[in-house]
């Protein structure tokens, strides 16, 4: 379980394919802060420690966390967000984030507003369910809050100090990324009747498939 408060941002060192897709990442934590087999989640993924040596560590994605997030498009030099899993007693500064992704989208714009960032992205039909304006999405693994809500799309704003500490500025349109719709939201859509499961079908019949 995270909180989706970033607490860095880590850089892709390496990415190897195979029948588990390799990765090693330079993180900013000190050397020897890691537990082999502990949950850490990168832009949003929850993945495995697997290996560590320095401030760098190593995950393992398969074929289905390739399918249904972006870290198939991940490269050398990637920047990615990084949060190590809640711990008993931690405060939960952001909202309930578990790191399963729920699906991909594709940023529609990226604009200065006064101060602030904002960000547009489009909304796969099969998440709007789980969405409400003034509600909680973590986009990237970054706890934000929905400003504005239409029928295919969403929009967030980002404050100067998110910007900094996330590689959420990084994004621009056409740029994808890896949504979690609010846990609270998708347990009372389930208790309403809603389909939670969205399938890799689903994804890319409504065009947010992997390509």
Not at 16 to 42: C, K, N
Not at 141 to 169: H, K, M, Q, W
């Amino acid at each position: 379980m995270f909180t989706g408060l970033v607490q860095g941002i880590g850089q892709v060192e390496s990415l190897t394919p195979g029948g588990m897709t390799e990765v090693w990442i330079r993180s900013h934590y000190p050397a020897g802060d890691f537990q082999h087999g502990e949950s850490i989640a990168l832009d949003g993924c929850c993945l495995t420690v697997v290996e560590h040596r320095g401030q760098s560590f190593r995950v393992q994605a398969s074929n289905e966390t390739l399918r249904r997030t972006t870290l198939g498009q991940w490269r050398a030099g990637t920047r990615v967000n990084l949060e190590k899993a809640l711990r008993a007693g931690d405060r939960l500064g952001g909202h309930w984030v578990q790191g399963h992704v729920d699906g991909v989208a594709r940023v529609l714009e990226a604009r200065p507003d006064g101060g602030a960032w904002v960000m547009a992205f489009e909304l796969p039909p099969a998440l709007s369910p789980f969405f409400i304006e003034k509600g909680s999405v973590a986009i990237d693994g970054v706890s934000l809050t929905v400003n504005t809500l239409d029928r295919d799309r969403f929009s967030v704003a980002l404050i100067p100090e998110t910007r900094r500490a996330t590689a959420l500025g990084d994004k621009g349109a056409g740029d994808r990324v890896n949504l979690e719709a609010d846990l609270i939201g998708k347990y009372v859509a389930r208790q309403a009747g809603l389909r939670t499961s969205l399938t890799v079908e689903q994804l890319e019949a409504a065009g947010f498939g992997s390509r």
